[in-house]
C-alpha cells in the first residue's frame, strides 16, 4: 500500500509560479513512478508529468519548458515546480505513484489532489 498527500496548491495571477509536494508513504520502495495528474472543472484527468524509478521524465506538451517533475528520495517526495502559470492551468493537481507487477500489471494510487487557481 502506498499513500499519497499532495501540498502547495493556491491561487496565483497568470505568470506567477507555484511548486506542488507530493509526499509517499507506505510500500514506498515498490513504487516504479510517479506522475502528476490534473482535472479541471468538466474536463477529464489528464497526465501532467512523470518520472519513472530510473530517473527519466516526461510531460505534456501543453507544459513542456514551463512545468519541472523532481524527486527527493531521501524525503520520500515528489514535486512539481510550475512556472509561467497560465489560466488553463487551472485544476485540481493528483499525485499518482505506480507500482508495477510481473508481466506489465500493476497499482495506481491516488492523492486527494491540491487545487490550483491562475487568475487572469
Known amino acids: 500500500q502506498v499513500q499519497l498527500v499532495e501540498s502547495g496548491g493556491g491561487l496565483v495571477q497568470a505568470g506567477e509560479s507555484l511548486r506542488l509536494s507530493c509526499a509517499a508513504s507506505?510500500?514506498?520502495?515498490?513504487?516504479?513512478?510517479m506522475a502528476w495528474y490534473r482535472q479541471a472543472p468538466g474536463n477529464q484527468r489528464e497526465l501532467v508529468a512523470v518520472?519513472?524509478?530510473?530517473?527519466?521524465?516526461n510531460y505534456a506538451d501543453s507544459v513542456k519548458g514551463r512545468f519541472t517533475i523532481s524527486r527527493d528520495i531521501a524525503k520520500n517526495t515528489v514535486y512539481l515546480q510550475m512556472n509561467s502559470l497560465k489560466p488553463e492551468d487551472t485544476a485540481v493537481y493528483y499525485c499518482?505513484?505506480?507500482?508495477?507487477?510481473?508481466?506489465?500489471?500493476?497499482?495506481?494510487?491516488w492523492g486527494k489532489g491540491t487545487l490550483v487557481t491562475v487568475s487572469s
Open positions: 499518482n505513484a505506480y507500482v508495477g507487477g510481473p508481466y506489465a500489471y500493476g497499482t495506481d494510487y
Open positions: 518520472i519513472v524509478s530510473g530517473g527519466s521524465t
Open positions: 507506505g510500500s514506498i520502495r515498490s513504487i516504479n513512478a
